[in-house]
């Protein structure tokens, strides 16, 4: 499979723990991101990589998280001292460089709930 | 932030039908538009993707650009009860040298066989 994926697909927290979750992109996309979906809405847009740079960060994102893409391969999204508020599917994409930009791919998402 | 308007919905139209989802958007500037499928639980699927005013075809979508309206729309002919989903717009925009992209909160479509 060439896809996006993500791992785990599903973690249940308590409020105050830290959790991990890991994105493996389309293997030829040098670009990545990460977003976080809640109930009837839009993806949120978290931050984004090209290669194993951050280029991009979203105010949505508090100190509490943190994402990085060390080899410019997979990606790691942390959030430490979790919060209900923080309840949600987060949601990895990747795109090529070399095509047209923002044609991302989705993984399948990983559902966090904290209780 | 910018913004990109959706109606909720739900639009619910006959097996057969055309669906019309429309999406508007506020940067008078965004380069390039996006149509993602959502199946409840699952995560987006691209379905098309228009940069030029006009219309683009592929199969039974029609995606429609008008930058001077600033809207966007997909048409889907010929409803299937397996349309039945949300469908994301996706705008993106220039901000301090670096591309964005913004979602709508999507449009429910049932399609009633």
């Known amino acids: 499979d060439t896809g996006v994926s993500q791992d785990p697909r599903h973690k249940i927290t308590k409020r105050g723990q830290n959790v991990t979750f890991r994105c493996d992109p389309i293997s030829e996309h040098n670009r990545l991101y990460w977003y976080r979906q809640t109930l009837g809405q839009g993806p949120e847009f978290l931050t984004y990589?090209?290669?194993?740079?951050?280029?991009?960060k979203s105010r949505l994102l508090s100190d509490r998280f943190s994402a990085e893409r060390p080899k410019g391969s997979f990606s790691t999204l942390e959030i430490q001292r979790t919060e209900q508020g923080d309840s949600a599917m987060y949601l990895c994409?990747?795109?090529?460089?070399?095509?047209?930009?923002?044609?991302?791919?989705f993984g399948p998402g990983t559902r966090l709930t904290v209780t | 932030q910018k913004e990109v308007e959706q109606n909720s919905g739900p639009l619910s139209v006959p097996e057969g039908a055309i669906a019309s989802l429309n999406c508007t958007y506020s940067?008078?500037?965004?380069?390039?538009f996006f149509w993602y499928r959502q199946y409840s639980g699952k995560s987006p699927e691209l379905i098309m993707f228009i940069y030029s005013n006009g219309d683009k075809e592929d199969g039974r979508f029609t995606a429609q650009l008008n930058k001077a309206s600033q809207y966007v729309s997909l048409l889907i002919r010929d409803s299937q009860p397996s349309d039945s989903a949300t469908y994301l717009c996706?705008?993106?925009?220039?901000?301090?040298?670096?591309?964005?992209?913004?979602f709508g909160i999507g449009t429910k479509l049932q399609v009633i066989p």
């Open positions: 990589f090209q290669n194993e740079a951050q280029l991009e």
């Open positions: 994409a990747s795109s090529s460089g070399t095509r047209i930009l923002y044609e991302q791919y």
């Open positions: 940067d008078r500037g965004s380069q390039s």
């Open positions: 996706a705008v993106v925009w220039r901000s301090g040298g670096y591309q964005k992209v913004t």
